[in-house]
């Protein structure tokens, strides 16, 4: 339990400087908000009481506390571009991209685990040598032009969706719309995840105690689900934590090749519009999400090889 | 009784035969060493005789004879019901002949789970029972241990129990203490032999070190690129090698007479 | 004193461990180990895996910074040569490549007397020539030792140490690799301080020996009188366990 | 490299890709930007990839548009492999507190994905090739730093360093002398690697039309130019996406080639 309670302050300590970091260059980005939110016309008189009432002459520091205090009372401050409150217009957007994200994410754990214990089961077979090939094209293609590609084969030519017509309503509604990007941005993970997971089987196969097990009248394929899947477990969880800070990264291209209306989009538009507030909290949020996950992914890997959790750090 | 007969082995890659045609017979309840130096063949004559050899790999000619059966042209799934069943092995490095992320106690059961229809608790009990034999204190505690968290000598004893733990007619072991401390070396050694007294359990060492074989073995095999070029009484071959290259390894050996 | 080679005094050495309470606690490796070396005199250090003995090489060798405790050479440059035959010569080039690299970096010689000198040590520790053009993983574990050997020489040192310089190798090729450090000796008067967890073979080449346990000496002596005649429980244990 | 296919057909690939390339850096069928042509034409003889909706010939667009991508991804990996090799090399080298602090400033930025990174950093830098390079450099140091620095630190640890030590060679001997031969296919396969990140990352940002003006136009822009026309010209885009494909899977092979080459 120890382990955990470190692992935790050094997560929430690397959140505070994450988050610092993106305050710090967000603040130099969007220049002078006052004349952003007054237009050039207004007098310096009204630009000086707007920008005191906001704050901004306080020094870096005070307005990042003040942020910072408000974030964790769920207040991210008021969008310039829209003026509605941060939260509110992330909460509207969060659904869409939520449900990307998590969507290719279990097209990567559905797709590439079977095909990557099966090429590894039959290494060498038509299946690997296939895989081998597919995999290196597939890895190739940048997820935006599959997404083009979708959305001219799919949507255009066999009208499977209407291209640009993102349906209203909840997750229900847009799930299917979703399956193309997620499956766009998924692709290349899904590539990377069999070529990884087929290596470390192939690896650990040939490890020792591979052999002590047929020594003891265990067919190869008992080996390879009582034993060596375990062993890949730790690489596996390592490489799928990293995963999803590729998949929010695809999220933010994807959303806006398929017109999706979620926090990817809102980012580029208040980038675009020097909208600091929207801009920075949407970065510290998509942060937290990869932060998080390689928490999980760290715990996960404890519990499954208990090497790690001794004092020593004594991996093999 | 387990009996070799003109046993040739050959990796298709390899120019020379590994084994050059070897006899070698195994009686109910003896302990017999099989000496030489790297490349001398005795560790393929092991992962034959044990049916762990790639049989893609290689061309086999000649007879294994285990229990009147001869392994190498027993299909896979009959050969699986010799393994871990009539032959046991241990092998030299204990620490990465186990599965890191796996119990000690699992692993010593597993021979019973692939081999028995015991439940569960009769498995565990068993597993206790035979890692009380080697000599491990609190048996209780070892079982639920993983492999990182025991010494060398602890595991290798471990091995020894999994090994051992469906009663096998042979145990195969390829160079057992050679990855291990002098003392701790000297009671494996007093073990096996105890074992073999107790059980009846016919053992093959296999080791580079003539010192080791002679400490339990009755009878000892000296092999040399493939072949073996000396076979007898353990005592006899130590003190009147008729071979050449079998005196050459005693007299290699640093003798307290010459300095 | 004049033919002292090495002298150790009061060695101690300690490093940080932190158990998986997350205390911190110091492991002592070495505790208080003095001894001296002559020229021309092969020293054993004798005792179990764990015990200190790596720890001390790099103490003397000073690859590692000492806790305490005083290490005086009387000769400059020690050279060492390792166990593992695999790791100790650099894989990307050639032998002739490796044995000619502390003469290249000296500095002083041209190409044609780096040659003359790389052959003459190849011959000398019986390396044949057409070794001398191929890579360290073309070459058996015993012609590996003897290259590390070359490289030792080459740069004319007063003391080797050789940590458990044999025992990776068959019991024939240990014993050829033994004569020659002996023969290199004789002729050249080099020091060995040479570790070893086998009895036998610090018996067959060493002149006096040191027992090592938990990083202390407990026993010192000529190597018969420590065989015939062991004090320390502890190696008369060593002693039967090797017997 | 016996029968090393990944690496032959990789070169062989990656040689077109960048003649194409470099072709149109000296030659284009037509003037990119001359509009003096009929809209929309499909693809010919004297148009291979037909006309945009401007009646600009496409070819000769993705031509000078791939020479930018190409320019670009050089340039920052020239930048992280220098920066990247010699941080790499003396924090796996020294270790101690620099290496604690690189490695934690490491974390930091992996958790950032690098979309994010590089579309805050061209808003500070402002547009234009030079600034994409120096920002994509930037995101693709650390990544390589870290493999160049466990490389080092593993090589460390091999008693050929201890010997080439005790023979008393210099620190910047024993690295690049000694260690680098040993490492430099791992080094190469990683560098692959961060070529084919930086020319995805340029192409989405100039997709997203972040820090490109239309005049110095990548291909990532003309893609996001093709999709308006998807319909009525699906070979603009589909011709554009193609160079990219085949310059990336070219490299990645001889990446891969390399990785194979060595184990």
Redesign the interface.
Known sequence: MRYTAKKLATMLLTMVIVSLLTFVAFSLLSGDAATRLLGTEATPEKLEALRRALGLNDPLLVRYARWLLGALHGDLGVSYQYSQSVSALIGQRLGPTLTLTALSFVLILLVSIPLGVMSAKYAGGWLDRTLTVLNQVVMAVPPFFTGILFTYLFGLVLHWFIAGAFPIGGPSHYLGYLFFPALAVALPRIAMTVKLLRTSILDEAQ???V?????????RS?ILYR?VL??TLVPLVTFLAMTVADLLAGSVVIEQVFAVPGLGRLLLSSIANRDEPVARAIVVLLAFAVILCNLLADLLARR????LT?GAG?A? | MVEIRDLHVRFHDASREAVAGIDLTIHDGEIVGLVG??GSGKTVTAMTL?G?IERKKVSLSGEVLVGGRDILRLPRTEL??????E???V?Q?P????????RIGAQVE??LA??TQLTKEQRRARALEVLRDVDLPAPEEIYRK?P??CSGGQLQRV?IA??IVTDPHLLLLDEPTTAL???V??QILALLRRLNQERGISMLLIS???QVVRRICSRVAVMQRGKIVEKGEMERVFTAPQHPYTA??IN?????A?? | MDDLVLEVKNLTSWYRVTDDRGRRHDKTVLRDVSFTLRRGEILGLVG??GTGKTTLVKNVLGLVKTNMGEIIHYTKRPQMIFQDPYSSLNPAYTVGWILEEPLRIYGKYDAAERRRRVEEIAEKVGLPAECLARKPNGLSGGQRQRVSIGVALIQKPRLIIADEPVSAL???I??QILELMRSVRDELGISFLFIS?????V??LCDRVMVMKDGRIVEENT??EL?EHPREPYTR??L???D | MKKNTFLRVGLVLTALVVGFIALGLVWTPYAPNAMDFSRLLPPSLAHPMGTDKFGRDILSRVMVGAGDTLLIALGTVVIGTVVGTLVGALTGWYGGWVDELLMRLNDALASFPSILILLVLVSLLGGGQEHMMLALGIVFIPSYARIVRSEFARARTQNYVRMAELMGASTARILFVHILPNIWHTLLSAITIGFNNAVLAEAAMSYLSIGVSPDEASLGYMLSESQSILGSAPWYALGTGLIIVLLILGVSLIGEGLQRGEN
């Not at chain 1, 499954?304 to 090497?307: K, N, S, T, V």
């Not at chain 2, 620490?95 to 796996?102: F, H, R, T, V, Y």
């Not at chain 2, 290699?252 to 307290?256: D, F, W």
């Open positions: 490890r020792d105690y052999r002590t097990s047929m020594s003891r009248g265990r067919s008992g034993h375990k062993n499954i090889d208990p090497r001794s004594g093999a | 130096e790297s044990s762990l699986r019901t010799i393994q871990g069943r032959i046991g092995v092998f490095e620490m990465s002949a186990m599965d890191p992320l796996m597993e021979a692939v081999h993983y990182h968290e091995m999994a090994a401390d002098v003392t070396q000297a580079h070190n003539l050459k390894l290699a050996i640093p003798h307290r010459q300095r | 179990e895996s068959d019991v024939t240990q014993r967890h086998d009895l036998n073979v018996y067959q190597v018969p065989f244990e060593l039967s366990a090797a």
